[in-house]
């Protein structure tokens, strides 16, 4: 079993800036690819940027330029730095542990106003 909490998620204006972080824990978690994804009203869940173990990342394409994910191996954390918010950026944010089989968090919601 993998743990996943995320937190961080909130509200803010278009063109602000937050910082999402994950901790994970459990009996069989290891060092592993981790990411973020989201999940928009009425939309599936997209990816929103990878880590591997170790530390290349990959972005969406909507998010590059704007969001950051970082890694401590050390803490069992990963952690998403999003700037220049947009609203389209509005979802629930998930952190994953892409183990197999994956785990999930619970989400945090992070919402942008126009």
């Known amino acids: 079993q993998v743990q996943l909490v995320e937190s961080g998620g909130g509200l803010v204006q278009a063109g602000g800036s937050l910082r999402l972080s994950c901790a994970a824990s459990g009996s069989t978690f290891s060092i592993n690819d981790m990411g973020w994804y989201r999940q928009a009203p009425g939309k599936a869940r997209e990816l929103v940027a990878v880590?591997?173990?170790?530390?290349?990342?990959n972005y969406a394409d909507s998010v590059k330029g704007r969001f950051t994910i970082s890694r401590d191996n050390a803490k069992k954390s990963v952690a998403l730095q999003m700037n220049s918010l947009k609203p389209e950026d509005t979802a629930v944010y998930y952190c994953?542990?892409?183990?197999?089989?994956?785990?999930w968090g619970k989400g945090t919601l992070v919402t942008v106003s126009s």
């Open positions: 880590i591997t173990s170790g530390g290349s990342t």
């Open positions: 994953a542990w892409l183990g197999s089989p994956p785990y």
